[in-house]
């Protein structure tokens, strides 16, 4: 099973870019990997899924290098109101079943 | 509706009472799921459904923890003889298919706060 690996916290100040890092070494072929965002005091909201190389939205770009071991979510010019929990998932899949996983995220900051 | 909605959104029992929250998913969304969300954690895998058949139960604590979705469209999360330990947000997602590894894009409901006293 994939496991994912992301660091605990990050900080920022507004207008910068910021890129949250997740290594999922164990990926399988088949799996996407997803990301959500969570606001304190709501459900996780989806951000971007992508399989390989690039996928961009107008929210955020998913950078996937060619073995997929690991993603990287860049988030253009933050505000104050990217301040969030953000959580990678790659699809995992015992006995044939799809477990959408969230692990503990990564906290971003962003400040003034 | 327009979105998952669940119920309710606070509930306060006592020690040894069952509670029964509630999820009522997007209209035609196949795919429904439980978490369990703890403060400063993220959310925990309980239970899914594809239609009305449970797929996989594995993140179910214990036997105390059930959950159904008899017609394939609003599912039941029931915890009998509730402990202070189930104390949780419990979080209700749905997605409308899967294809190859991706699950969807999951929409979750603002949860249930549970409360044991």
């Known amino acids: 099973l994939a496991k994912t690996t992301q660091p605990i916290s990050m900080d920022s100040y507004e207008g910068q870019e910021v890129n949250i890092t997740c290594s999922h070494n164990?990926?399988?072929?088949?799996?996407?990997i997803t990301w959500y965002q969570q606001f304190p005091s709501q459900g996780p909201r989806f951000i971007i899924q992508g399989y390989k190389t690039k996928v961009t939205n107008e929210v955020a770009s998913l950078f996937i290098p060619a073995d997929r071991k690991s993603s990287t979510l860049s988030l253009p010019r933050v505000s104050l109101s990217d301040t969030a929990v953000y959580y990678c998932l790659v699809g995992q899949r015992p006995g044939g079943s799809y477990i959408p996983t969230f692990g503990r995220g990564t906290s971003l900051i962003v400040h003034p | 509706g327009a979105g998952v909605s669940q119920s309710p959104r606070y509930k306060v029992t006592k020690r040894g009472q069952d509670v029964a929250l509630r999820c009522d998913p997007i209209?035609?969304?196949?795919?429904l799921y439980w978490y369990r969300q703890a403060l400063g954690q993220g959310p925990e895998f309980l239970t899914y459904?594809?239609?009305?058949?449970?797929?996989?139960k594995s993140g179910l604590p214990n036997d105390r923890f059930s959950a159904e979705r008899p017609e394939g469209s609003i599912s039941t999360l029931t915890i009998q003889r509730t402990e202070q330990r189930d104390s949780a947000m419990y979080r209700c997602?749905?997605?409308?298919?899967?294809?190859?590894?991706?699950?969807?894009?999951?929409?979750f409901g603002e949860g249930s706060r549970l409360t044991v006293l």
């Open positions: 459904f594809n239609y009305e058949a449970q797929q996989d």
């Open positions: 209209s035609g969304h196949v795919s």
């Open positions: 997602a749905s997605s409308a298919a899967w294809r190859g590894g991706s699950t969807g894009e999951l929409f």
């Open positions: 164990n990926i399988a072929t088949n799996d996407y």
